[in-house]
């Protein structure tokens, strides 16, 4: 997913930066709120995480531009300003989640993961891979037309991975993916999920790589391509 992080305070950008790259995100970073507007026209951003208080255009300044204009991109809103009207003001205007600062990087990679899960099922409803169709929002998969049977936790890895195609998921991203279906995933039970799906893919033209050491990825099979 591509990030734009909207932050004045080096070191909270850094560390936002540092984190969501690691999360296998291509993360854009700017400090100033009219370079950051103009920005948001040129690119399609997956995610923005907004600070308020930034030189040239404001944050929520820059929140009611964007929504005035229909983009509907998801804004993590993660500033200082702790006072209830700052919050309900930038809510109103269509944020769609606030953190106050000083805040724990985990609960940011949390709130992060959970705006991009609502991405993923609204603004990319089809994946297509090698013969695979994958439906998202209806979490159906079909191999040439025909369903193939999967459970809920083989859909939920599957869509994990091919919502990062061709990208490294590691076990942990994946465990917390799938952790709506089944909050008690052991390393163990990743595996056979992992498995059993890569059994149902076969001949698919997908199949999942294991990346060592790393994690997993989804990629279209080079065998089916040829
Ligand atoms: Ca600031």
Not at 25 to 48: E, F, K, M, N, T
Not at 52 to 81: F, H, K, N, Q
Request: charge should be negative; include cysteine; charged fraction near 35%.
């Amino acid at each position: 997913m591509r990030i734009l992080i909207i932050e004045d305070d080096a070191a909270i950008g850094d560390a936002i930066g540092a984190a969501l790259g690691s999360a296998g995100h291509a993360v854009d970073r700017l400090a100033d709120g009219r370079l950051a507007d103009a920005a948001l026209r040129d690119h399609p951003y997956d995610l923005v995480v907004l600070d308020l208080g930034l030189p040239g255009i404001d944050g929520i300044d820059l929140l009611r531009r964007l929504r005035s204009r229909a983009d509907a991109v998801p804004v993590l809103v993660a500033t200082a300003r702790e006072e209830l009207e700052e919050r309900v003001r930038a809510l109103d205007l269509g944020a769609d989640d606030y953190l106050v600062k000083p805040f724990a990087l985990r609960e940011f990679e949390a709130r992060v993961r959970a705006l991009l899960r609502r991405r993923t099922s609204q603004g990319v409803p089809e994946l297509q891979l090698g013969r695979l169709r994958l439906d998202l929002p209806r979490r159906r998969a079909h191999v040439d037309g025909a369903a193939l049977e999967l459970t809920p936790r083989e859909f939920g890895l599957l869509e994990a991975l091919a919502t990062r195609l061709d990208r490294v998921v590691s076990r942990e991203q994946l465990i917390e993916a799938l952790c709506s279906w089944d909050t008690t995933l052991t390393d163990n039970g990743l595996d056979i999920a992992v498995y059993r799906l890569r059994r149902k893919l076969e001949g698919s033209g997908a199949r999942i790589r294991t990346a060592r050491g790393l994690g997993y990825l989804l990629e279209e099979d080079d065998g089916a391509r040829a």
